[in-house]
């Protein structure tokens, strides 16, 4: 054989590889100049909103701001307009919009969830030990305890006093406000009880317990000298009686901003991104539609973390409520079964973050089907664990058509799967959906450090989460 036709076999093999094999291609290097310049300033938006919502009430509140914004009406208020938001005690929202084609066939659906791991204050909590005022907690989500001990932590909720009346708090934001936090104890003294357990076991939940304070109140012969001037500071400040934390929200997340992250600013270091990269991004894509040929529904639901129950979870029947809602403002009667038949003939996406690769751990991962940082927004096309119990498996034929629509508007994405199969899995709110007959596929963007108080995500993935779902939004 000679040397040309060598050459000539080799350029083959390469065209061939070129067309047969599946190429992952870092998000940055498949974009144009003209769109990698749009990336960090989308990044800015992104890391405000996650300082502003650190709890499913404030996001609501954000997103309610920015739809009323954007002249969203409210759904159960009659009257026209194409565009509608429907608040659901505070805690969770729909966006909705009206398309061009009928109700009937179908609408385009995203959700996401916008609460996070974190520290709940119990309802009876303040008490006083050696001196010290302390909060008693009941961590919620999935958290590692030891992530959470000898941080500054902000409270941030809502109290309902014996009136009736509400006390928002947001404490610890400002760099002026106090901030709380739970303390650990000395690795001098932490041997036995500590360091020799198993790191679940270390620190146990009721040790998670925040300071409030160690002044005195000034009376010598008052018991609990220290509690009890928490509580005057309180009343004096708030109206507050020890009674109003029983009917308080209170939770401690926290206090760090948003910040970018690494020499080259392409990360974001931040508390929520879990799952508010999905929240903010999906608003945004929201937000860009004009027109949009199907109708669209973005919901941003609450208690994703704990199994999505109770009446602000995607367990709840709001999303029944809405598109109820939706069926009148266009002009129809609404019935149970025309509920059904609308939301059965839709296609969803559920919005959430997937686990990254971590090169620290490569054991937890099957590299070929791992999500990884900067190569885009992943699919997921089943979740659940050990044997896909508990998925929620979208159908080959519904991936297909995904995936058309994210190469169609040049979405840098990739297909994974949450770790080994044997190691562990997870779950969203696709099954709660998936019910009503509707196509659905997990969709989000990878991140490390998921459930941490400070998870990292890549400004590149955050940008191609906000093209893909409004891909998905704008498709037909
Ligand atoms: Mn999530
Ligand atoms: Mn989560």
């Known amino acids: 054989?000679?040397?040309?036709?060598?050459?000539?076999?080799?350029?083959?093999?390469?065209?061939?590889?070129?067309?047969?094999?599946?190429?992952g291609k870092l998000a940055w290097d498949r974009m144009e100049e003209k769109e990698r310049k749009?990336?960090?300033p989308f990044a800015e938006g992104y890391k405000r909103f996650l300082d502003r919502a650190k709890t499913e009430r404030e996001a609501v509140r954000e997103i309610l701001e920015a739809a009323r914004k954007a002249v969203f009406r409210e759904l159960s208020r009659p009257g026209g307009g194409k565009k509608f938001f429907s608040v659901n005690k505070e805690k969770s929202i729909a966006l909705a919009l009206l398309g061009r084609s009928p109700l009937a066939e179908g609408l385009r659906i995203i959700v996401s969830h916008i609460d996070s791991p974190r520290i709940d204050l119990k309802q009876n909590p303040l008490y006083e030990d050696s001196d010290?005022?302390?909060?008693?907690?009941?961590?919620?989500?999935g958290i590692k305890k030891y992530q959470w001990v000898a941080i500054p932590l902000s409270l941030h909720g809502f109290i309902v006093k014996a009136d009736g009346s509400a006390l928002p708090v947001r404490i610890g934001e400002d760099p002026e406000d106090p901030v709380f936090v739970i303390n650990d104890l000395l690795p001098h003294l932490s041997g036995k009880v500590q360091d020799q357990k198993k790191l679940a076991e270390a620190i146990e939940g009721e040790k998670l317990t925040a300071l409030a304070g160690s002044l005195p109140y000034p009376d010598g012969e008052a018991k609990e000298r220290v509690k009890l001037r928490i509580l005057d500071l309180l009343h004096e400040k708030y109206g507050l009686v020890e009674e109003d934390f029983t009917s308080s929200e209170l939770e401690l997340v926290p206090a760090m901003k948003a910040r970018d992250a690494g020499f080259d600013r392409s990360l974001i270091g931040a508390y929520g991104q879990d799952d508010r990269a999905s929240a903010y991004t999906s608003l945004q894509a929201v937000l860009a539609l004009k027109n949009p040929s199907r109708p669209v529904l973005s919901l941003f639901v609450d208690k994703e973390e704990i199994g999505s129950e109770g009446n602000t979870g995607a367990q709840s029947l709001f999303i029944d409520e809405v598109v109820r809602g939706m069926i009148e403002r266009s002009g129809e009667t609404p019935s149970e079964a025309r509920v059904k038949k609308i939301l059965a003939h839709s296609k969803a996406i559920s919005a959430d973050v997937e686990s990254a690769?971590?090169?620290?751990?490569?054991?937890?991962?099957?590299?070929?089907?791992?999500?990884?940082?900067?190569?885009?927004?992943?699919?997921?096309?089943?979740?659940?664990?050990r044997g896909k119990a508990g998925a929620s498996d979208a159908r080959a034929e519904y991936v297909g058509e995904i995936r058309r629509i994210f190469n169609t508007r040049r979405v840098a994405w990739q297909m994974t799967e949450i770790g080994k199969v044997d190691e562990g899995g997870g779950g969203t709110v696709a099954k709660y959906l998936a019910v009503y007959g509707m196509d659905i596929i997990d969709c989000g963007v990878p991140v490390l450090s998921m459930h941490s108080p400070y998870e990292i995500a890549s400004k590149v993935d955050i940008y191609e989460a906000f093209k893909a779902y409004r891909a998905f939004l704008e498709s037909s």
């Open 357 to 385: 690769f971590d090169p620290n751990y490569p054991e937890v991962h099957e590299k070929q089907n791992a999500g990884r940082i900067g190569y885009g927004v992943c699919l997921e096309k089943f979740t659940g664990h």
């Open 132 to 141: 010290l005022a302390i909060f008693r907690t009941h961590y919620y989500g």
């Open 1 to 23: 054989m000679d040397m040309a036709v060598k050459e000539k076999d080799r350029d083959k093999t390469k065209e061939l590889e070129k067309k047969l094999k599946l190429q």
């Open 38 to 40: 749009e990336v960090f």
